[in-house]
Every structure is written in C-alpha cells, then in structure tokens.
C-alpha cells in the first residue's frame, strides 16, 4: 500500500513539473514576440534631437543648437569671451 502512494505522488510531482515547465516556455515565448515586436516598430529617426546641433567653434568639443548660433555668431564670441576672460571684480577672492 505504501508502495502504490508514493507512485501516485511521483506522478502528481511529475505532471507538476510538465506544466510548470509548459507554463514557462509558453511566457518566455510572449515575451520574446513582444520585445521582438518593440524592437522592430521603434524607428531611429525618433530618439535623434529634434533640433539640429553643432561642435561649438572654440568651446572644446562642447555641442550647441546650431539655429542661435547661426542667427547670431557675435553672442556666442562675445558669451564666450566673457566665460574664457572673465571680470577680475567678479572672480572670488581666493582666485586673486
């Protein structure tokens, strides 16, 4: 009588395991198809910056919209100058 219990036990652990092992293939495939999906359907063109840049003539590799600078070159020297030079009134004693 014990022998047939434990049979029945081995069975049920069995089928147990079938379905789990069912169970997670079936989601690891709708996973799949859905990153698949989402990979296919995002286009390039859309992460890119929606306004055109430029490398920053003298600012050390640093990126600026290109439209300002183009409407108006002499702000972006004159910001410039200003940034590189500085007013010695306003520099922080410790720099003095």
């Known amino acids: 009588m014990n022998g047939t219990e434990r049979k029945d036990d081995k069975d049920e652990s069995s089928t147990f395991y079938d379905t789990a092992t069912k169970v997670i293939g079936v989601v690891g495939a709708i996973g799949a198809a859905v990153s698949l999906l989402s990979w ?3 286009g390039s063109e859309e992460n890119g910056p929606k306004e055109k840049m430029m490398k920053a003539p003298g600012g050390n590799g640093s990126i600026i919209p290109r439209a300002p600078f183009e409407a108006n070159p002499r702000d972006h020297f ?3 100058r200003q940034l590189v030079c500085g007013d010695i009134y306003n520099f922080p004693l410790s720099i003095l």
């Open 40 to 42: 296919m359907t995002s």
């Open 78 to 80: 004159k910001n410039q």
